[in-house]
């Protein structure tokens, strides 16, 4: 099993980055996919997730502004974030949940991609 978080960057605030989950040795219809984030001197938490199934969902700070996706035929999950804020600058990583169902929290997830920088400039 492997994650491959990609799509970080340098950002104003107010703009828009896509992050990418490529993974691999595993299915997305058979495992949830979730995203995580962790600042400087914060612990890391939960974003978003998608279930095997196809269901989603999101930490309440960030609903409205993070849309999560999946290509299953790519078996890569996406997290659409708009309107950046300078509090969404972390290193994001993406997460496989141990069975099809995933929640936005600790302890549903088994495999750890790298990481990706996201820094949002005001």
């Known amino acids: 099993v492997q994650l491959q978080a990609s799509g970080g960057g340098l950002v104003q605030a107010g703009g828009s980055l896509r992050l990418s989950c490529a993974a691999s040795?595993?299915?997305?219809?058979?495992?949830?996919v979730g995203w995580f984030r962790q600042a400087p001197g914060n612990d890391r938490e939960g974003v978003s997730c998608?279930?095997?199934?196809?269901?989603?969902a999101y930490r309440d700070s960030v609903q409205g502004r993070f849309t999560i996706s999946r290509d299953i035929a790519k078996n890569t999950v996406f997290l659409q974030i708009d309107n950046l804020r300078p509090d969404d600058t972390a290193t994001y990583y993406c997460?496989?949940?141990?069975?099809?169902?995933?929640?936005?929290?600790?302890?549903?997830?088994?495999?750890w991609g790298q990481g990706t920088l996201v820094t949002v400039s005001s």
């Open positions: 040795g595993f299915s997305l219809n058979d495992n949830g």
């Open positions: 997460a496989k949940s141990a069975g099809s169902s995933c929640r936005v929290r600790f302890g549903f997830y088994d495999s």
């Open positions: 998608i279930s095997g199934g196809g269901s989603v």
